[in-house]
């Protein structure tokens, strides 16, 4: 399956901008889909997943009730709707995919075999 990751662009604090993680060639309902972020000089971090059956979502907590990662099976596409944005949230956000995802591993870059170019988020204050 290949990625792609849009959406991005420039925010002022409190704003929103929803990212989208489209697919192709493959069905993107039948992987476990990842967003992850790396700010300059940071570690790359888990943001949020969706596993590719029941839809079962989960979120760092960092981003809990302010980020929603959901999927349109119509567009073969996964989501990522950020709301309440901070500027600690500017990072490149990159989506990522995997078909063979327990639980645990979700969180896990390394799990992960299939990714997506970022897109970049600046949120300014």
């Known amino acids: 399956v290949q990625l792609q990751a849009s959406g991005g662009g420039s925010v002022q604090t409190g704003g929103s901008v929803r990212l989208s993680c489209a697919a192709s060639?493959?069905?993107?309902?039948?992987?476990?889909v990842g967003w992850f972020r790396q700010a300059p000089g940071k570690e790359r971090e888990f943001v949020a997943g969706?596993?590719?059956?029941?839809?079962?979502?989960y979120y760092a907590d960092s981003v809990k009730g302010r980020f929603t990662i959901s999927r349109d099976n119509a567009e073969n596409t996964v989501h990522l709707q950020m709301n309440s944005l901070k500027p600690e949230d500017t990072a490149v956000y990159l989506c990522?995919?995997?078909?063979?995802?327990?639980?645990?591993?979700?969180?896990?870059?390394?799990?992960?075999?299939?990714w997506g170019r970022g897109t970049l988020v600046t949120v300014s204050s």
């Open positions: 060639g493959r069905t993107i309902s039948r992987y476990t």
């Open positions: 969706i596993k590719r059956s029941g839809d079962s979502t």
């Open positions: 990522a995919a995997d078909r063979d995802l327990i639980t645990s591993s979700i969180p896990l870059s390394q799990e992960y075999d299939y």
